[in-house]
């Protein structure tokens, strides 16, 4: 629904079910009314400018630990004693935050939101206990999330792994890290997308004059990604963005394989870009021994999987909204129910290709 | 035999509770299975085993059934286990009452348990891995030598035919629609099992975490809606970052990168458990964990108070992603058509039917300054300590 059409069904007195508006700055505003819970969450996208290489491997991520905390680092306490809260990730595809509460805490939701876009501040010494915070993140990371960063050689032109490594995190400064954060917030990358139990008008126009401010610009020297992966483990399935039939067929296909055998986890972050999709531990390698018919009863039961998996996902407002950040700057048009209506129209060819796929990352 | 006879004759009914939810468009049925009795190694495997080995389906309905109606409604088939008790979890599209009932009779009376779902079970529990912190917070050293379809399907008839079963149900019906279907369905006349009651001592992990970093957890006594001003400590101590523990172990230390504290379910309330994961566990990391938060609770003011009553307001209503809540052993409370089906039978298992999540947000609105720090210094000092080392890489 475009500014026009907002305007249009004012107009006619009717609220309208969602809104979607381009700023002068190059920022998206989207607002979707949805669900009964009384809640809202409010997702900030900053799409990555370009892969990240191995010079500045986890800069992105450290960036994104300091901007959660907002310029006046008075975010989290501002949100939890109104039931809110903030929580952030940083992916290939960008950073994300995702601000969730009730409903009427919406404006407080935005309002912590704009701290985040207002600044970066961090001494050298800051930046150098919180490179210890993440390399204590990155010990919590489990053996199949491991497997699944690995198997991103698959595709080497979207950079190396952003939660970052120890090597280049040593190296941050507080110089470094503003540079990025600049880059980082470029208005022309930003999305801002709210779901919820939200009045749209309302929500639309707060959340345009806290975006609309953002001047950075970004002009990061280049940190060219290797050309090549160097290596991948476990068994993995390059795909395209989460709204091809085809990603959705290995999903289903994966789902299936994990159904039916046992310590066999599966890992996969929603994205609009190419990704990978892995299966990892213990029992993959049963996979070698499998028959027709086991691969047969793996598909018949992914599609029921994947089916609840889309439909729990769209039916959930903080993934909706996510959903909805992380989509719209390369995919205007993706609707969260799209998922399951993409994946109703799934082939035997598609699904036939999927187990393929499985099968060649088995052998 | 007529659901009327049944219901007269019906010595051994399990309670069943409703939380109905208008709009939603799904039902969902939850029952909570208590342990018959404090388990023993064998005995605890056993248990682990037996809820694995539900997910293969009943005598009527298969594996793929289940999962047909997982497509439907977005619910899962799950069967989950804690050393105490044991919850079973379905859904149908809204309007399927009676499918719901025939389900849920057909899990708690009809279980398959075949020998072959039971091996895969047991197979999936021995090579599962997760996450350090995963590893914490759920899994036992559990031996599996002695576990056999006959123990798992004694343990399924005593703890499954016992009255100390609640079957809760959310979702869109009418008020007492849910117990009429249900609970002359589930009667059982003459099959009265003995209950011990008692804590189960399931061998807690110890062996690693089988990640890099380790995890310390204090642990405290059971608290109750009695005790509004422990339960309100649990948030001001370690509930999202403005907890003490995120302060005391993050922010002022750089010492740890996740920590928080957990409301966990037993069979008789909630037990608060405070965890903490770091690479390189130092000696005595109970220890230091204490201090810390115990100079922590010294600094407290209005503010602390105002921002636990936050996000317990919000983690009560089941809007606070990172809720301490938990009703079962499959995550944190998030105020879902399913979570209410959990909070209704979670308490009416811990003797307390018809208590709301109004209720005890009310009981935490009176509780003073004094009464939080009081409340918090007498948890983490009474709290037990223990940890599982990480693995240098």
């Known amino acids: 629904v475009t500014a026009a059409a907002l305007a249009f069904a004012l107009l006619l007195g009717q609220e309208p079910a969602q809104a979607k508006e381009r700023l002068p700055n190059g920022a998206t505003v989207f607002v979707e009314r949805f669900g009964r819970t009384g809640t809202a969450t409010v997702a900030l996208h900053a799409r990555a400018s370009a892969p990240e290489g191995p010079m500045r491997q986890g800069w992105r991520h450290l960036v994104e630990h300091f901007a959660a905390r907002g310029a006046t680092r008075s975010v989290d306490a501002l949100l939890e004693a109104r039931g809110c809260l903030l929580t952030a990730e940083t992916t290939r595809d960008g950073m994300t935050f995702l601000v969730s509460g009730p409903a009427s805490e919406t404006p407080t939701m935005l309002r912590a939101v704009a701290d985040v876009l207002a600044g970066f501040q961090a001494t050298d010494d800051e930046v150098t206990n919180e490179a210890q915070i993440v390399l204590e993140e990155l010990a919590l990371t489990s053996s199949a999330v491991r497997e699944a960063r690995a198997a991103w050689a698959l595709v080497p032109e979207r950079g190396v792994e952003p939660a970052g490594v120890q090597e280049s995190l040593s190296r941050a400064t507080a110089n470094g890290l503003q540079a990025v954060y600049a880059d980082t917030f470029d208005p022309e990358r930003l999305v801002l997308a709210v779901s919820g139990e939200v009045d749209v008008p309302g929500t639309v126009e707060l959340a345009k004059a806290m975006l609309g401010r953002v001047a950075f610009e970004g002009a990061l020297e280049p940190d060219p990604p290797p050309l090549e992966g160097l290596a991948s483990s476990g068994t993995a399935v390059r795909v395209a963005s989460m709204s091809q039939r085809q990603t959705l067929a290995v999903l289903a296909v994966g789902f299936g394989v994990r159904e039916r055998l046992a310590g066999v986890e599966m890992v996969y972050t929603p994205s609009p870009g190419p990704a990978v999709v892995t299966l990892s531990g213990e029992g993959v390698s049963a996979l070698r021994g499998w028959s027709s018919n086991d691969w047969a009863l793996a598909r018949q039961a992914g599609r029921q999987i994947l089916t609840a998996y889309l439909r729990a996902l769209e039916g959930s407002v903080r993934e909706r909204a996510s959903l909805r950040a992380t989509f719209l700057p390369v995919e205007p048009a993706f609707e969260p129910e799209d998922l399951r209506r993409i994946a109703g129209r799934m082939t035997t060819e598609d699904l036939d290709a999927a187990e393929a796929s499985w099968r060649a990352g088995a052998q | ?393």
């Open chain 2, 1 to 393: 035999m007529t659901p009327l006879l049944a219901l007269l004759l019906a010595v051994d009914a399990p309670l069943v509770v409703e939380a109905p939810v208008s709009n939603s468009p799904v039902i969902v049925v939850q029952a909570f299975v208590p342990a018959p009795g404090a388990l023993d190694g064998d005995q605890a495997a056993a248990w682990f085993a037996l809820a694995e080995a539900l997910s293969d389906g009943t005598e009527e309905f298969s594996r793929d059934r289940f999962l047909g109606y997982a497509g439907q409604t977005g619910i899962a088939f799950e069967a989950r286990a804690t050393p105490e008790f044991m919850t079973v979890r379905l859904a149908v599209p809204s309007g399927g009452m009676d499918l719901a009932g025939h389900l849920t009779e057909s899990v708690l009376r009809r279980a398959a348990l075949r020998e072959r779902a039971l091996a895969e079970g047991i197979d999936r529990l021995r090579r599962r891995r997760a996450d350090p912190w995963s590893q914490a917070l759920h899994v036992y050293d559990l031996d599996f030598r002695r576990v056999n379809r006959e123990r798992v399907l004694l343990l399924y008839r005593q703890a499954f035919y016992s009255s100390k079963v609640v079957v809760a149900v959310s979702g869109a019906f009418q008020a007492g629609e849910a117990t009429v279907e249900l609970a002359a369905r589930l009667a059982t006349v003459g099959r009265q099992q003995p209950f011990r009651p008692g804590y189960a001592n399931a061998p807690r992990r110890t062996a690693g975490t089988g990640g890099e970093a380790g995890v310390v957890e204090l642990s405290a006594g059971r608290v109750t809606p009695e005790q509004p001003a422990r339960i309100l400590a649990v948030f001001a101590l370690g509930v999202g970052k403005t907890g003490a523990m995120h302060r005391a172990l993050r922010n002022n230390r750089g010492w740890s990168y996740r920590q928080e504290a957990l409301l966990w379910p037993t069979v008789g309330g909630w037990m608060p458990r405070f965890l903490a994961a770091r690479r390189e566990l130092p000696a005595e990391p109970g220890e230091i964990v204490k201090q810390a938060i115990l100079a922590d609770i010294e600094t407290w003011d209005a503010e602390t108070l105002a921002r636990a009553l936050g996000t317990a307001r919000a983690s009560l209503a089941g809007r606070f992603a990172l809720s301490p809540i938990w009703l079962d052993a499959g995550g944190p409370d998030q105020g879902s058509v399913a979570d209410a089906a959990a909070w209704a039978g979670f308490w009416a298992m811990a003797g307390r039917p018809g208590l709301s999540r109004t209720d005890v947000a009310s009981l935490l609105q009176e509780v003073s300054l004094e009464d939080l720090k009081t409340a918090a210094l007498g948890l983490i000092e009474e709290s037990v300590a223990r940890s599982i080392p990480g693995q240098a890489r």
